[in-house]
């Protein structure tokens, strides 16, 4: 028993400067970066049921929501950056600073598809920018920087209350779909408690750098401590593209944002037509179609190519089946060196980290004959999201990548 309680008391000794540096880190951070996180009221009009009696009618139930979300100083001249949804139809955007000041500030733009979106605000003072992590993913050799295990602070709006500061670690870095589905890499998933308010806010290192923005929290029961950010540097360069269209007076259909696409759905996860299953890449399928032994567990068979797509426009088709792949950029340097394609997911993710011209060299199986196709990646011609009403035709879905 003796043994036992000097044991315990031991570890506690151990443990607790551990807990009190923590704390000393925590407590640094917060005061060396409140300056440069902001608190957004946004207020939209929500249009009720149309009133009226005996057919006739008299008007529509109005009334003004406001939502209260998180935002971070980007640059000194008054861009701040924050989560898309509460901003897009916002009327009125009031911005909140860490010592009481309040600012009108205006949407600069959204992107839905990655959730980001930019307001700016005019102030006479410049504003205090956050740090932004320099280094970045590293596609080719998988790296990030930042590792399972690290202390993170997460500073926001929680239910309108401004600054609110929690901290944990990071529990996992894992490729991970955002609420539209897009398959992102380096995902941060944390145990530090977020709640409703804190959407847009972000998540600093033990530097006080900005390593990755609040996408969505897990559920409920269980996974309530369980929380998702998206890294900043997807963050920071749809938050550039927002900006530079904003300061070219360009529209968003003029200026878009970049949604690198090819057009493919493989066959492997697909529903069937038949009976709804979910369809895969059995030995039989591989039997028929002739692979050769060194390919016998690689590749991906394609389901279908989208019609008008940059994989068809290359010479893509329906059940070709994808053996290898290398990436380069337009100036001919590889991005993501010769492999056999292995997962499906591996290939989707060197699509959502493409840049503007790069180029995808596969190796193709067809009709027993193998060859070389290269496709330059392209732009998204939709929503990511499923844009389809009850009986209508699916239209662009995460199916397609």
């Known amino acids: 028993m003796r043994s036992a309680v000097l044991l315990i008391a031991l570890s506690l000794l151990m443990t607790a400067p551990a807990l009190a540096q923590g704390e000393v880190i925590a407590e640094r951070v917060a005061a060396e970066v409140s300056d440069s996180v902001v608190s957004i009221n946004s207020n939209a009009v929500a249009y009720g049921e149309v009133l009226g009696f005996g057919g006739y009618e008299f008007g529509r139930q109005i009334r003004l929501t406001t939502s209260y979300i998180t ?9 701040i950056i924050t989560d898309s949804q509460d901003i897009e139809n916002a009327t009125l955007l009031t911005v909140r600073l860490n010592d009481g000041k309040e600012l009108d500030a205006q949407v600069v733009g959204v992107d839905t598809e990655y959730g980001v979106g930019v307001v700016k605000v005019d102030s ?17 050799t998988n ?54 308010g804190n959407e847009g806010c972000p998540l600093f290192d033990n530097q006080g750098e900005v390593i990755a923005m609040h996408d969505r929290r897990g559920g409920g029961g269980g996974m309530q401590n369980t929380t ?7 963050i920071t360069r749809v938050a550039d593209e927002l900006i530079g269209c904003f300061e070219q007076n360009k529209s968003l259909t003029d200026c878009q944002v970049w949604h690198p696409w090819l057009g493919i759905k493989p066959f492997a996860g697909s529903l069937s037509p038949l009976d709804g299953q979910l369809r895969e890449v059995g030995d039989d399928l591989k039997m028929y179609m ?27 088709l329906d059940h070709d089946m994808l053996l ?17 394609l292995k997962q499906i997911q591996e290939l989707e993710l060197m699509v959502t980290t493409a840049s503007r011209g790069d180029v995808f ?29 009850p009986g209508a035709i699916q239209g662009f879905i995460t199916e397609y990548f």
Do not use: C
């Open 71 to 79: 935002g971070f100083v980007y640059t000194k001249n008054g861009y």
């Open 124 to 140: 006479k003072e410049l504003l205090k920018p956050v740090k932004i992590i320099k280094s970045h993913y590293d596609p080719l």
């Open 143 to 196: 790296t990030y920087p930042y590792d399972q295990g690290d202390p993170v602070l997460a500073i926001g709006n929680s239910g309108g209350f401004g600054g609110t500061v929690t901290s944990g670690v990071i529990s996992a870095i894992r490729n991970f779909r955002n609420r539209n589905g897009i398959l992102l890499p380096s995902v941060i998933q944390t145990d530090a408690v977020v709640n409703g």
């Open 228 to 234: 998702f950010f998206t890294p900043i540097w997807l």
């Open 290 to 316: 002739d692979i050769p032994d060194q390919y016998w567990d690689t590749g991906v068979l394609l389901d279908m190519v989208w019609q008008e797509s940059p994989a068809r426009e290359y010479g893509l």
């Open 324 to 340: 290898d792949v290398e990436v380069r950029n337009k100036d001919e340097r590889d991005i993501v060196p010769y492999r056999m």
């Open 361 to 389: 060299v596969f190796g193709v199986l067809r009709n027993y004959n193998y060859f070389k196709v290269e496709v330059v990646v392209g732009q998204h011609p939709g929503s990511f999201a499923t844009q389809a009403e």
